[in-house]
T-cell receptor, first 111, second 114 residues
């Protein structure tokens, strides 16, 4: 079983839609959770970083962590064509020397 | 600040050749790491370092060597390239200490082994 599971999509939505991206994980030691955005032929860019359970909001982006269900989500409100990218979840715990990534969800926002 | 810089951006090698992928960061981060990214596999950790002179293996270390002589640089060496090492390689760095700070990535090296 993989440490982190993420639906690869692809996901296609109209401009202005609310997008929900999700990951599940198996290791209860994970405490730090991240979402990265990766444009084609570029490196992953950090979007959101949260510790333990709860919600965090930054502009149009909201990250949610439910440690009891081992489930994390990223919501994008008022989606824009510029949000078209692959979104990667990542997590770590303990020393933080090893980060575990989902395989990424490909998102296309249609104008 | 340039952040994390990787060179070269593209490289084609023949089986059995050796090469070094370069990674440099100017953020004075203690932790540096190398990942490979393959379709359907996500990012997989090859090697990491928590400071100069200290390195350790990740999930997929076979066929790769690393060393860390300075805080800024963390080169990845392929001693004898194999077609299975065709991939996109990313270097990342982060501050260590409290709260396990997230990693910052370079833009990758696209490597093809013929």
């Amino acid at each position: 079983q993989k440490e982190v599971e993420q639906d690869p999509g692809p996901l296609s939505v109209p401009e202005g839609a609310i997008v929900s991206l999700n990951c599940t994980y198996s290791n209860s030691a994970f405490q730090y959770f991240m979402w990265y955005r990766q444009y084609s032929r570029k490196g992953p860019e950090l979007l959101m970083y949260t510790y333990s359970s709860g919600n965090k909001e930054d502009g149009r982006f909201t990250a949610q962590v439910d440690k009891s269900s081992k489930y994390i989500s990223l919501f994008i409100r008022d989606s824009q064509p510029s949000d078209s990218a692959t979104y990667l979840c990542a997590m770590t715990g303990g020393t933080g020397n090893q980060f575990y990534f989902g395989t990424g969800t490909s998102l296309t926002v249609i104008p | 600040n340039a952040g994390v810089t990787q060179t070269p951006k593209f490289q084609v090698l023949k089986t059995g050749q050796s090469m070094t992928l370069q990674c440099a960061q100017d953020m004075n981060h203690e932790y540096m790491s190398w990942y490979r990214q393959d379709p359907g596999m996500g990012l997989r950790l090859i090697h990491y370092s928590v400071g100069a002179g200290i390195t350790d293996q990740g999930e997929v270390p076979n066929g790769y060597n690393v060393s860390r002589s300075t805080t800024e640089d963390f080169p990845l060496r392929l001693l004898s390239a194999a077609p299975s090492q065709t991939s996109v390689y990313f270097c990342a760095s982060r501050r260590t200490g409290a709260n396990n700070q997230p990693q910052h990535f370079g833009d990758g090296t696209r490597l093809s082994i013929l």
